[in-house]
């Protein structure tokens, strides 16, 4: 076994490695992670072969549930997204909330909305109607722009079943239940703050108006829409309850899981059925399944069509899937190598927490390459093997990925593709994306991780 001073080193160049390869050779993240997997192992004396056994451990481990997961839950979106049921959501809770409470209207639609639909996507599909709050009230697009981006980011980083808390509820062996808990309580407040609150403030500071290329597309969107019931630019829309119902199923049959769990006898029948229900493989089959009915075959959509769209949506799930996967391998090679008892010997002797270590971690690599699900894949690696030797208890496990989750999070900047996707549709320089979208993005992590902080306290 390699010395602890050796492990150390191994450890700090890895990770050095694995950013220099995102970062400047633009190395596809699921190849840098197989390949610094390689290297750690050698680097440490493990035999050829056991370096096999432990790629295929960390492989096969992460992706028996995570593959699941993604695979239904981005095809539930897609058929969501295809059907209208994004642009419903959004304008039923405009009309519910009313134009002067437009912005707490937004975040809400965008925290519902990216919890199936991928936050890219969403943010196309909604832009119209921020367009034309905007062409209607004169006011800047950032007042109801920037709640709207807070609702989505929050969903997209801290509430299952996205992505990013998904691979790293499977990397730390959380309850996705707690995640789901944990996600939404340290979610709310980062989404009001960094939502209305701070969406009213700068937009006082930065006025924007509709973009100047964008202009053509609001123009007509101005002369051809109709927002009466079902329908808006002459699209029938689904119904608000089919859209609201159907997204929030998998999450209640979830929760009803975990909450069993704790509160019904070992052995009864209602456990056992809570258990089955709310198992994310079940709950999730049951809500796509759902969607594929209510928001495909009963709007007119042929069974080819929804085969050819849900097809379509595994395409992103697929790149997902691997680098969750490849985050596994290298969160086994570390536990395999023996670095990972070296951290976590470490942290005991610095007595930092290991909330605090999750966010740290997180926060850095977000900093250092853009990816929030990269660095959430990483830093649950990082974090997964300090995991037993803390003893941390179920409900802390869930409160650990949130703060992983609050971390990769935080000041999205240059390096990241969502920053240069706001500064486009919001016709930003940068100067104005980094004090906007930046701080923004930095007031969510800020938020969620200072949340964590308190619940740990509890746990």
Known sequence: MASTSWLIIVAILGVALLLFLVMRTKLQAFVALMVTSFLVGLAVGMPPEEIIETFEEGMGGTLAFIAIIIGLGAMFGEVLKVSGGAERLA???LNKFGEKNSPWALSIAGLIISIPVFLDVALVILMPILYSLTRKSNKSLLYYGIPLLAGLIVAHGMIPPTPGPIASASLIGADLGYVILF????????????????????????????????????????????????????????????????????????????TGD?????????????????????????????????????????????????????????????????????????????????????????????????????????????????????ASSLVAPLISSFD?????????????????????????SGFWMVNRYFGMTEGETLKSWTVMSTIVALVGFTVCLLLSLFF
């Open 392 to 416: 941390a208890s179920e409900p802390l496990k869930g409160i650990v990925v949130i703060a992983v989750a609050s971390g990769a999070t935080i000041a999205s900047h240059v390096n990241d």
């Open 262 to 378: 704790v509160l019904l006898a070992e052995g009864s029948t209602l456990r056992s059925i809570f258990t089955f229900v709310g198992h994310p493989f079940v709950a999730l089959t049951i809500a796509t399944l759902l969607t594929f009915y209510i928001f495909g075959t009963k709007r007119g959509y042929t069974k080819y069509e929804i085969q050819k769209i849900t097809t379509k949506a595994l395409e992103p799930a697929g790149i997902i899937i691997l680098v969750t996967g490849a985050g596994g391998v290298f969160g086994e090679m570390l536990i395999a190598s023996g670095i990972g008892d070296v951290l976590a010997d470490a942290m005991e002797k610095t007595q930092l927490p290991l909330v605090v270590f999750a966010f740290l971690t997180a926060a850095l690599l977000r900093i250092a390459q853009g990816s929030v699900t990269v660095s959430m894949v990483t």
């Open 91 to 93: 304008l039923s809770l």
């Open 183 to 258: 996600g939404v309580i340290a979610g709310i407040p980062a989404m009001i703050l960094a939502g209305p609150v701070f969406g009213n403030y700068i937009s006082q500071k930065i006025h924007l108006g509709i973009p100047e290329f964008m202009q053509e597309q609001a123009a007509a969107l101005a002369d051809n829409e109709r927002e009466t019931e079902g329908q808006y630019n002459g699209k029938e829309l689904p119904s608000f309850i089919n859209v609201i119902s159907i997204i929030l199923l998998p999450i209640i049959l979830i929760l009803c899981s975990t």
